[in-house]
């Protein structure tokens, strides 16, 4: 089943039909909309292909029967684990993405598409991090775990066999350590795409000698300036200036 029928309402950029839009699932967190708003605009704006952008509303996913477990004191946000149904939300058909709302594009998304390699079942940055904070941006413990972040922003290769593990059932029922390590596959099924697309901030560091280390996704991992205690993270700036972007384009403004 394709979504967007049955949670929230997907939004495309407007470029010429001619290609099939690339499927972006964003985890949505009641919480943080105006994370969403900007990662979805930062994402609209910039690509040169088009793009279908839709929002993983956990209440409306389980209004549709799809997403049945409890909630968990470790998870973080509301798309913990309904990240792991894009699969399934995209027929089982294609490549789709989906990342963290906690992210700003700052170029193309048609330069990652392109990087999709029918090799691989999924395809995420492959961090070693290990944070040294006790607790997230808004007061929720953190945890360590083997492949953290890589399950934050991930091409998957929706038609790829092992990903029909991934059925509502299996995503509602398995531990979170089976569904962030992607222990549904083999090491060999998992590719490495640049650390620029997934740039952790207050991790990783940019040198100016090196353009790779540029980021082209920033993803605001301890928290960015839609919380109050966040609002002037490092890359916050850049952050801000979407939001005002946005707001310049809309004739209601997006609260944080």
């Keep these: 089943m394709a979504i967007g029928h049955a949670n929230g309402a997907a939004e495309t950029n407007g470029k010429p039909p001619?290609?099939?839009?690339?499927r972006i699932f964003v985890g949505y967190d009641s919480r943080e909309d105006a994370a969403f708003?900007?990662?979805?605009h930062?994402?609209?704006r910039r690509s040169s292909v088009p793009l279908e952008v839709i929002?993983?509303?956990q209440a409306e996913l389980r209004a549709a029967g799809l997403y049945t477990r409890g909630r968990s004191a470790t998870e973080s946000t509301e798309f913990s684990?309904?990240?792991f149904l894009t699969p399934f939300l995209a027929g089982y058909q294609g490549w789709a993405m989906f990342v963290d709302c906690d992210f700003l594009f700052t170029a193309n998304v048609a330069e990652l598409s392109a990087m999709a390699d029918d090799r691989y079942a999924v395809m995420c940055v492959h961090h070693d991090y290990a944070p040294k904070e006790g607790v997230k941006m808004d007061g929720v413990?953190?945890?360590?775990?083997?492949r953290k972040n890589w399950s934050s922003m991930v091409l998957y290769n929706c038609a790829h066999p092992k990903n029909r593990a991934l059925t509502p059932e299996l995503v509602s029922a398995e531990s979170g350590a089976f569904l962030h390590r992607f222990m549904w596959l083999d090491d060999d099924d998992i590719g490495e795409l640049p650390v620029?697309?997934?740039?952790?901030?207050?991790?990783?560091r940019v040198d100016p000698t090196d353009p790779k280390t540029q980021?082209?996704?920033?993803?605001?991992t301890s928290g960015g300036p839609w919380f109050e205690a966040c609002k002037y993270c490092e890359f916050g700036d850049l952050w801000l200036k979407e939001l005002e972007e946005l707001n310049d384009e809309k004739q209601l403004p997006v609260e944080m």
């Design 18 to 22: 001619g290609l099939a839009a690339f």
């Design 141 to 146: 413990p953190q945890t360590v775990y083997p």
């Design 37 to 40: 708003q900007v990662c979805r």
């Design 81 to 83: 684990f309904t990240r």
């Design 196 to 204: 620029a697309w997934n740039f952790l901030v207050g991790h990783n």
């Design 42 to 44: 930062s994402l609209l």
């Design 55 to 57: 929002p993983l509303k």
């Design 215 to 220: 980021p082209k996704a920033i993803h605001y």
